[in-house]
């Protein structure tokens, strides 16, 4: 049985400057990365998970990063200096994927278990046991994974996996991830993959200083959270809330069910939980999540919402999210920020993964970003009032057919919107009110639906909600405005 070691086989799918997609082990990635423009894999989960990974060695090899200068001077040559990665090939075995030995990222107390799962538990989108097919059809014990695509599926199980379903014995827990619900992935990009690393590559973690590296999971296996007490970075980044031991590869070749090349698959696996990670005492600040503080006090990450069960598809949530990272104080060298979301609804009856970029102005400061942020809030406070502003003031009904009639038309305006951020958060005012008439279209549309009819009283009323929308003209200051005279007063 080969051993399909992630140091040498082929499994990364890469994007080079030049057009060129190719599939290259993890040495190679590292020597090439100033060659390469991303990670080419069309789920931005699996972009996000192969960069902390990436990432993640990095600290391993090297532990803390280099100061500015030595970065840049990287940046010219092109390149990691290749000394940096002996410990990778002195460890090697660390990066086993199968074989008699030491696996990554995977529990060897489960080697003699007989695998009672499919592997398609390793990845999201791949249907398993009851959950529905929906657009892709897979079997299980017929459909399988080839050794790349379970590598894939193992790296995502520290950054995105979820409570578990009723697969997984009671005894061992369904517990998600360290980040619990997976929260938004903030991460700078660069305009390559060795950029990209080196702006991610901090010393300070936040703001609580040179944070503890610790080991990380393919050096010491089935790694424990401590409980109580800050979470070492490396201990974090790569913890995988499940205990997996892959099965064998079967013959003849056939299909992989997520990437579809022809190639030996592992159908079965051991794929169990952990036991509950839930304590008080325990301190973990993720360097790639935004962190808010809630209304007594404590710091939550910035998590998606349920876009398909919201009645206007969360039009909104884009804005308070961007708020949110700008007031987050990051630092200020990074100039676009990648921001990748993961839900989950009902175990998996569907699942939402989107992505989007945030350009920030290269000439910003935090007062700016910080005026941004507010300007940010009161653009979707505004969209989330339109439904309240058309109703008419002389009416005594309740008017339920607004709500549905405005959540119809504005995701359409607010993807419009969302398209030239750029602009907006470089522009002044008056950008901002450019966008707000991207809604006069939309609203005309609505107008003739709920105010139909020839007499003067419905084409006054389809004026006035043709004329809704958000008002960002700032508020004058509270001194500013006109206090109202009392009787007899001066």
Not at 241 to 251: I, N, Q, Y
Not at 294 to 311: C, E, F, R, V, Y
Not at 336 to 356: H, I, M, P, R
Request: with cysteine; net charge positive.
């Amino acid at each position: 049985m080969g051993e399909f070691n992630l140091l040498d086989e082929p499994w990364i799918a890469v994007l080079y400057h030049d057009g060129r997609s190719e599939r290259l082990g993890l040495l190679q990635t590292l020597k090439e990365a100033g060659d390469i423009r991303q990670i080419a894999a069309s789920n931005p989960m699996d972009r996000v998970a192969l960069l902390r990974f990436v990432l993640a060695v990095l600290y391993w090899c090297r532990g803390n990063p280099p100061g500015q200068e030595e970065k840049d001077r990287i940046l010219v040559e092109g390149g990691f200096p290749a000394k940096w990665f002996d410990k990778l090939k002195q460890q090697e075995d660390c990066f086993n994927l199968l074989g008699k030995g030491k696996r990554f990222y995977q529990n060897k107390a489960y080697e003699r278990r007989t695998p009672e799962h499919t592997t398609d538990y390793l990845i999201h989108e791949v249907p398993s046991g009851t959950n529905k097919w929906h657009f892709r059809h897979a079997t299980d014990g017929m459909d399988g994974l080839c050794p790349a695509c379970c590598a894939m599926g193992l790296i995502r199980l520290p950054v995105f996996a979820t409570s578990g379903g009723r697969g997984m014995s009671s005894s061992t827990g369904k517990s998600p991830g360290i980040n619990s619900k997976p929260p938004l992935y903030v991460l700078p990009i660069g305009k390559s993959l060795l950029a990209t690393l080196l702006l991610s590559w901090h010393t300070r973690n936040h703001e609580l200083g040179t944070p503890e590296l610790g080991t990380p999971e393919w050096e010491t296996p089935s790694n424990k959270l401590p409980q109580s007490g800050a979470v070492p970075l490396l201990t974090g980044m790569t913890w995988p809330p499940r205990s997996v031991w892959l099965g064998d590869l079967e013959a003849p070749e056939s299909v992989c069910v997520c990437c579809g090349r022809q190639e030996r698959l592992i159908r079965q696996c051991v794929f169990d939980g952990k036991g509950t990670s839930k304590t008080e005492g325990r301190v973990w600040n993720d360097p790639h999540v935004v962190y808010e503080l809630s209304k007594d006090g404590k710091a939550l990450p910035l998590q998606t919402s349920d876009a398909l069960g919201a009645t206007d598809a969360a039009a909104g949530r884009w804005a308070r999210q961007f708020a949110a990272i700008l007031r987050a104080q990051r630092p200020r060298e990074e100039r676009t920020l990648w921001v990748v979301g993961f839900s989950t609804v009902q175990n998996d009856k569907y699942l939402e993964a989107t992505e989007c970029y945030l350009p920030r102005p290269c000439s910003s400061q935090q007062e700016q970003e910080q005026e941004l942020a507010a300007v940010l809030e009161r653009w979707q406070k505004e969209g989330m009032n339109l439904s309240h502003q058309m109703h008419p003031k002389s009416s005594s009904r309740k008017h339920v057919e607004i709500r549905p009639a405005v959540d119809a038309v504005r995701p359409h305006v607010e993807a419009m919107v969302t398209a030239e951020i750029g602009n907006l958060l470089g522009g002044d005012q008056q950008a901002w009110k450019h966008a707000a008439r991207a809604y006069h279209p939309m609203m005309e549309a609505v107008a003739g639906s709920l105010s139909p009819g020839f007499t003067t009283r419905a084409l006054q009323r389809r004026i006035e909600i043709a004329r809704v929308v958000p008002n960002m003209t700032p508020k004058p200051p509270i001194e500013a405005r006109k206090t109202k005279r009392t009787k007899g007063g001066e």
